[in-house]
């Protein structure tokens, strides 16, 4: 049978403060183990939490945003339960006076816009960090990570497909990254997702059983849990099961959700208002301050990309999705003054090689003078289209300029006319089937002495001009011919 | 009263991980029957007029700017800790698979 998915998405980002929600504790990923700790993180004793201002206010920006509504009052919560990894036995959250509730994100379906809603957005300390030993019955802690500032995202239930949900993801990732207020590294954990999920008819009104699935520590880990776990449901569905409301692990490894071992009373988390922090009123003023000064999101920025730059709204998509990749494009449009060109090398070439090579932008040097330089080699003819591949080639590979690479190869085409036309000739010589073909007219024998004079130039002869070169001599060829039998 | 009956005491007491039986539950029971219980002599007054709280205190936006501070150093955290295996703490192995 047919169903509709019902998904929703939770997402934990941290803020990258320098210092804890709590506490003065560096906020420092890779940092020695249980180097960054205090009594406030640890919950020792007698100690009194903080509140962080950045934090404060970069939750504001967030939630301004994504269009929410940003409470007037809101407070604290304790949320109680045990695990090793919560040193103080509960964790400081929020629960019914959260930062900002009702907002929403556009993603960019298949050519139709859709409005995502966000339900509420509120701020939290994170956990400590748990490793488990492979061959002794103990798990390790590190305690850096508990109350780094963390802000919960959870969007309301609109999310009908895999695909939908993954555009969710991007799109709230680069608004983000844009907003400048964390780095968004899923390997590192600063991003971190779960997601929920149900089937019903497209006939029925009411949502289905829901599913929570956790353990999601890439895009690509939400995409195939869901597709898995939709699956699942309709089987289950199919043979008139019915499915069981219950948190399910993604296990990456085995490509499969499997049942979390039930805890009775898991969601009696017990919450009441954390007393050593008072409310905070958020003052209109601030709210207003903040939002003026929010910066271009992606969703404006792609509309200025197609309008200014003329791009298309797929490449205008493709480089905006992170901030530094459309900054790049920005930077080197600046410079070189040929926007289509420049889309065309990050698009193609760029996010190759950084796929290819599973690596982010910021892990290659690069420079947007660079890429203009190379643009400008090969409109002044210095480097073929071919060339000019290999050249950006090195220049990801190495770091230094397009220039450089080209004086020190022998990768300059060849200008040389002798040369070309000795090139030229050699090739007359070597084909006379093909000359022979081309004086009866069939326009594809040019096309095949073209190529074999590129390859014995080993691709640094212009094209153009070796079809130029190549096209005359062979029609001066079959005049002399001609004008022989004619004779 | 019959505000505390032994089964929420056994609920609170799991969640608290104590471990309570017979005799011991009974008198909890009884215990915190009789607090809970006066405590609900609050219910009696009339509240129509006062807004909900949840600070007695008379203020709000206590907050710190994001500067850092000193932390502990990892020799004398290792040190509060009842186990560990230095650079880390260490607790009985917790997984969370099913099976």
């Not at chain 1, 400590?128 to 030993?133: D, F």
């Not at chain 1, 929010?294 to 797929?314: D, G, K, M, T």
Request: with cysteine.
């Amino acid at each position: 049978m047919e169903y509709e998915s019902v998904i929703g998405l939770e997402v934990h980002v941290q803020l990258q403060t320098k210092s804890k929600l709590f506490c003065g504790c560096l906020v420092n990923f890779g940092a020695a183990p249980n180097s960054q700790t205090c009594p406030v993180c640890l919950g020792l004793p007698g100690v009194l939490p903080v509140f962080n201002r950045q934090a404060f206010e970069w939750g504001i920006r967030v939630a301004l945003a994504l269009d929410a509504t940003v409470g007037r009052v809101m407070k604290f919560d304790r949320k109680q339960y045990f695990y090793p990894d919560l040193p103080k036995n509960y964790q400081i959250s929020q629960y019914d006076q959260p930062l900002a509730r009702r907002g929403a994100l556009t993603i960019d379906g298949e050519g139709n816009s859709k409005r995502i809603g966000i339900h509420r957005i509120h701020l939290e300390e994170d956990a400590g960090k748990l490793l488990h030993s492979t061959d002794e019955p103990v798990s390790f802690v590190d305690f850096n990570r508990a109350g780094v500032p963390l802000l919960e995202i959870v969007s309301e239930p609109d999310l009908r497909s895999t695909e939908e949900a993954y555009q969710y993801l991007v799109e709230l990732k680069a608004v983000l990254q844009y907003l400048e207020v964390s780095n968004c590294n899923m390997e590192e954990g600063s991003l971190r997702c779960d997601t929920n999920v149900s089937l019903r008819r497209p006939t029925d009104i009411s949502l289905g059983a829901k599913v929570e699935i956790k353990n999601l520590n890439s895009f690509r880990a939400v995409k195939q849990a869901l597709e898995h776990e939709i699956k699942r449901q309709a089987l289950l569905l199919d043979q008139g099961s019915a499915i069981a409301l219950e948190t399910r692990l993604w296990d990456a490894k085995r490509q499969r959700t499997e049942s979390m071992r039930s805890k009775e009373d898991a969601a009696d988390y017990r919450y009441f208002p954390e007393p050593d922090l008072v409310p905070f009123v958020i003052d209109s003023n601030v709210v207003e301050q903040i939002q003026a000064a929010l910066p271009e999101l992606p969703a404006q920025r792609r509309q200025r990309f197609q309008s200014v730059y003329q791009l298309s709204a797929y490449d205008a998509h493709v480089l905006t999705q992170e901030r530094t990749l459309a900054e790049l494009f920005e930077r080197t449009a600046c410079l070189c003054q040929k926007p289509k060109a420049v889309a065309n090398w990050i698009m193609g070439d760029l996010l190759a090689y950084l796929n290819a090579k599973n690596l982010a932008l910021d892990a290659v040097t690069l420079r947007p003078e660079w890429l203009a330089q190379l643009i400008g080699l090969v409109d002044d003819g210095t480097l073929s289209g071919t060339m000019a591949k290999e050249v950006w080639g090195k220049v990801l590979e190495r770091g230094i300029e397009p220039a450089v690479i080209v004086r020190e190869g022998s990768l300059q085409q060849i200008v040389d006319v002798g040369l070309l036309e000795h090139l030229a000739d050699s090739v007359i010589r070597e084909y006379p089937k093909s000359v022979e073909d081309y004086s009866k007219g069939k326009a594809n024998a040019l096309m095949y002495l073209v190529g074999q004079g590129m390859k014995r130039s080993q691709g640094k002869a212009n094209p153009q001009q070796m079809t130029q070169l190549l096209k005359r001599k062979l029609d001066e060829l079959r005049e002399r011919i001609t004008g022989r039998v004619t004779e | 009263m019959g505000v505390v009956n032994t089964e929420t005491v056994k609920h609170v007491a799991a969640l608290a991980r104590l471990h309570l039986e017979g005799q011991a539950l009974e008198q909890i029971a009884a215990q915190l029957d009789q607090i809970l219980g006066y405590v609900q002599l609050l219910q009696k007054l009339p509240t129509d007029n006062v807004a909900p709280t949840s600070h007695v205190l008379a203020l709000t936006n206590v907050l710190r700017e994001d500067t850092p501070a000193a932390s502990l150093s990892q020799d004398t955290v290792l040190t509060l800790a009842p186990e560990r295996h230095p650079p880390f703490v260490t607790v009985p192995k917790v997984i969370e698979t099913s099976s």
